[in-house]
């Protein structure tokens, strides 16, 4: 079955410490998102991929950074530059970029700054 | 820019009662309008779309108009079961250049209860 996974599930993190989050897809879509969820708030868009090797800012990209290395995936890097990193992180993938499309969501990693 | 603001919750039914999410939006252009589903520790399911005015999305009784005029997507079922406990969010799609990124609204917690 084709989907998105995202590993681990939960993940603790000591203050100053980075931490990677994975995301791939084996949907054969070109553009990838992440997300950030906070309790009671809608999705904020993290950073955006629309091919491999490219990727674009999105309204929450600060102490945060991607990169698009195979069309699979797109991991996810919260670095010790973001001042509250404890949230739901989620990651999405489209068929194309540059149309709408559906976007399809992985079943997310819950981060937790201890 | 484009916008979502949908109903504030939570919102508590009993099971066979009729539930109504209010969604308006903002948008240049002729967007698409979805909504997703969350159910507890997972990630957001395509719910139903429509890409145009006047179309109505539908799926597992729920259903939605896309409705220019007033700028809205109200999500409506006519009989909900307790399996339908879960947060609803509203999201549009921009159309041209660019702007196909998603914008949420905050989401609705909906409660059915036996």
């Known amino acids: 079955d084709g989907g998105i996974t995202q590993s681990p599930k939960y993940l603790f993190r000591k203050e100053g410490q980075n931490v990677t989050l994975s995301c791939e897809q084996n949907?054969?879509?070109?553009?990838m998102y992440w997300y950030r969820q906070d309790p009671g708030q809608g999705l904020r868009l993290i950073y955006y991929?629309?091919?491999?090797?490219?990727?674009q800012k999105g309204d929450i990209a600060e102490g945060y950074s991607v990169s698009r290395e195979k069309k699979e995936s797109f991991p996810l890097t919260v670095t010790s530059a973001q001042k509250n990193p404890t949230a739901f992180y989620l990651c999405?993938?489209?068929?194309?970029?540059?149309?709408?499309?559906?976007?399809?969501f992985g079943p997310g990693t819950r981060l937790t700054v201890l | 820019g484009n916008s979502v603001t949908q109903m504030e919750g939570p919102v508590t039914l009993s099971e066979e009662a009729f539930l109504t999410i209010n969604c308006t939006y903002t948008?240049?252009?002729?967007?698409?309008l979805f909504w997703y589903v969350q159910y507890p520790g997972e990630g957001l399911q395509l719910l139903l779309k429509?890409?145009?005015?006047?179309d109505k999305g539908s799926n597992k009784g729920f259903e939605a108009t896309y409705r220019k005029e007033t700028t809205s997507f109200h999500l409506e079922k006519g009989s909900v079961q307790v399996s339908d406990s879960a947060v609803y969010f509203c999201?549009?799609?921009?159309?041209?250049?660019?702007?196909?990124?998603?914008?949420f609204g905050a989401g609705t917690t909906v409660t059915v209860r036996a």
């Open positions: 999405a993938s489209t068929k194309r970029a540059g149309e709408v499309n559906t976007q399809y």
């Open positions: 949907l054969n879509h070109d553009a």
């Open positions: 991929s629309q091919i491999v090797n490219d990727f």
């Open positions: 948008a240049t252009g002729y967007p698409s």
């Open positions: 429509a890409t145009k005015a006047d």
């Open positions: 999201a549009l799609s921009g159309y041209g250049s660019n702007d196909y990124k998603l914008s």
